[in-house]
């Protein structure tokens, strides 16, 4: 699972949010964070089918919220991966 992805049904999102869990999508399952400019024509329309596609998701399930509990925002945590810390582990 791309974890950069937020959960969109569970929070107040606008098209960019949308627009921005496509490109990421797209980036996860292409490998490319930035394709060549072979490729820039079947990615950018892979990232514009897939954020049109998700917000009629989003639009016919509609707003209703998840249960308490099922979902919370936090903060991308750092690993810290050092060699020293490895040590300690």
Same mark, same amino acid.
């Given at each position: ?19 921005? &869990?496509?490109? @990421? ?5 292409? +490998?490319?964070?930035?394709?060549? #400019?072979?490729?820039? !024509? ?9 954020? &049109?596609?998700? @917000? ?5 399930? +509609?707003?209703?919220?998840?249960? #308490?509990?099922?979902? !919370? ?17």
């Amino acid at each position: 699972m791309c974890r950069s992805i937020l959960t969109l049904r569970a929070i107040e999102h606008d098209e960019n949010d949308v627009e921005a &869990a496509a490109l @990421q999508f797209v980036r996860k399952i292409s +490998g490319y964070r930035k394709p060549s #400019a072979k490729n820039e !024509e079947a990615f950018n329309t892979a990232v514009q089918e897939i954020t &049109a596609i998700t @917000q009629k998701l989003l639009d016919d399930l +509609g707003s209703e919220t998840l249960p #308490a509990g099922t979902f !919370e925002l936090r903060a991308p945590q750092r690993v810290n991966l050092t060699p020293k810390v490895l040590a300690e582990r």
